[in-house]
């Protein structure tokens, strides 16, 4: 059963386990609180993402299209994005609660929305960089309609 969802979720929760190991690798190194770190975030939303893509067209060759490879993309980020942020929600409210704190400052402390806000960057920065990464990643496996012409 290779359907573009069966394929997403298995790359997803591939993308989540290596950003949860990433995040318990820099805690065990006190780097956590570092948020240029999570500029490496992206390396493994990008593998996962193009390794999905190229995984659903190797299994259904012709039947391959532009909008089921996005869609493929799309999805997988989106079932990693929504895991992550609910493993940093599970850290940030009851594993670590002065993370928040350290990592915000003073920042959104008169508004009471520390980590809501946290959990809402962490989502749609996942949601954005999938659907930036899915249009990207179609372009390389796109079927071409050009015309090959003589020169």
Request: charged letters at 15%.
């Amino acid at each position: 059963m290779n359907t573009s969802f069966s394929v997403a979720l298995k790359y997803g929760l591939y993308i989540t386990l290596s950003l949860i190991a990433f995040f318990l690798i820099l805690r065990l190194f006190d780097l956590h609180e570092n948020p240029w770190l999570r500029l490496f975030n992206g390396v493994f939303m990008c593998a996962g993402i193009y390794y999905a893509i190229k995984h659903y067209k190797s299994k259904t060759q012709k039947d391959f299209t532009y909008i089921n490879g996005a869609k493929t993309a799309i999805i997988t980020g989106f079932v990693a994005t929504f895991i992550f942020t609910i493993f940093m929600a599970i850290y940030m409210f009851h594993i670590d609660t002065a993370f928040t704190e350290k990592l915000l400052g003073s920042h959104f402390i008169d508004y009471e929305v520390g980590a809501n806000i946290l959990l809402f960057i962490i989502f749609i920065e996942g949601m954005a960089s999938s659907v930036v990464l899915a249009l990207a990643f179609m372009q390389i496996f796109k079927k071409s309609h050009n015309i090959p012409q003589n020169t």
